[in-house]
């Protein structure tokens, strides 16, 4: 029995268990794959006091400082439920249950992708899912934003102020995002927007990207942008699916819904990072949210 156990190896999980390690508890920690999106990820600037790092690097270094305590670090292994007794039991898709005192969950999220040609084959050469963190590389080049909602805009109004131009394709008639938003993008002069466009590849030159076709799905029409950069914004997807039938409450997209504490509804159970209803999806945010969900675990272990 675990006095913590954390799911998930991403920036969240590892300073969660890091947190908990560091208060003498019996710590576990279980994921898929340690350092989550981060080992996705190529330049990262903007973890703060690293000016420059890369992906693997940071999640190298993540798992280095959490085997610097005693922490159960399993991996490999995928939570398939979460239920509560006396204690809290995670049932793993291999058949083992594990229980614990306390649960942070730190499952983390996925892009929403395309899935057109050319989007896996130029990921990080110009296909990007993160304009805060991959804005500043396409400086005075022209890129486009797939997908209209809040995301989208959001992430066309940020663009413009870096790049040089910025087109926007929606499939469909009609932008979903806040209307503030779309005036404030529509009022820019480097924003163009064009709906009823559907993405069909994503073309590049061998080694970066430098085009997009789209099919006007009004006139029928094949259409090709030159550019050197691709943002898609169609959503965030928790990794939270295995949580469905446990009775912690999600948000309609998914999202662990949890409280300043990072305390979700089930007792015990706590949870951090991009699988939760905390505002912005980053690292540096992420290690925070899990500091927080592992001082509350460790607050409500002492109380019970
Ligand atoms: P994740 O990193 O998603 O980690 C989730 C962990 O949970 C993984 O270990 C995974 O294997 C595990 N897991 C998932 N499901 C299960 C399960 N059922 N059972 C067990 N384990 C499971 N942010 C920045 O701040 N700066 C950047 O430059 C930056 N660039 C990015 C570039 C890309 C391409 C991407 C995809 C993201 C980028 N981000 C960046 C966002 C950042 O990576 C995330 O905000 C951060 O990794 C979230 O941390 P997390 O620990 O919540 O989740």
Redesign the pocket.
């Known amino acids: 029995t675990y006095d913590v156990l954390v799911?998930?190896?991403?920036?969240?999980?590892?300073a969660a268990a890091i947190y908990a390690a560091r208060k003498g508890i019996r710590t576990g920690l279980?994921?898929?794959?340690?350092?989550?999106?981060?080992m996705?990820?190529v330049?990262?600037?903007?973890?703060i006091s690293v000016p420059y790092t890369e992906?693997p690097k940071l999640a190298a270094g993540l798992e280095q400082h959490v085997k610097e305590y005693g922490v159960d670090i399993i991996t490999g292994?995928?939570?398939?439920q979460v239920s509560r007794g006396d204690l809290v039991e995670v049932a793993l898709e291999s058949g083992a249950t594990l229980k614990a005192r306390s649960l942070i969950l730190?499952?983390?999220?996925?892009?929403r992708e395309l899935g057109v040609p050319g989007e896996a084959q130029y990921?990080?050469k110009g296909v990007?899912?993160?304009p805060?963190?991959?804005g500043p590389f396409f400086k005075g080049k022209k890129v486009a934003v797939i997908g209209g909602g809040n995301s989208g805009i959001e992430a066309a109004i940020d663009l413009a102020g870096i790049v040089e131009h910025v087109t926007v394709l929606e499939f469909a008639d009609t932008l979903r995002a806040d209307e503030v938003l779309v005036k404030k993008a529509r009022s820019l002069g480097n924003v163009d927007i064009i709906t009823n466009a559907q993405t069909t590849e994503v073309l590049g030159d061998g080694s970066k990207v430098n085009g997009l076709a789209y099919k006007d799905r009004v006139s029928g029409k094949d259409k090709q942008l030159e550019l050197a950069g691709i943002f898609v914004q169609i959503g965030l997807v928790p990794?939270t699916e295995?949580l469905k039938e446990s009775g912690i409450e999600l948000t309609r997209f998914g999202e662990v819904i949890i409280d300043a504490k990072g305390a979700t509804s089930m007792a015990g159970v706590f949870a951090?990072?991009?699988?939760t209803t905390v505002p912005y999806?980053?690292?540096?945010?992420?290690m925070g949210?899990?500091a927080t969900a592992a001082l509350s675990a460790f607050d409500h272990l002492i109380r019970s």
């Open positions: 799911l998930g190896g991403g920036p969240a999980g590892a279980v994921a898929e794959r340690f350092g989550g999106q981060v996705d990820t330049g990262i600037e903007n973890f992906g292994q995928r939570a398939a730190a499952t983390g999220a996925r892009w990921r990080t990007a899912y993160c805060h963190c991959d990794n295995f951090a990072g991009d699988a999806k980053q690292i540096v945010i992420s949210a899990g």
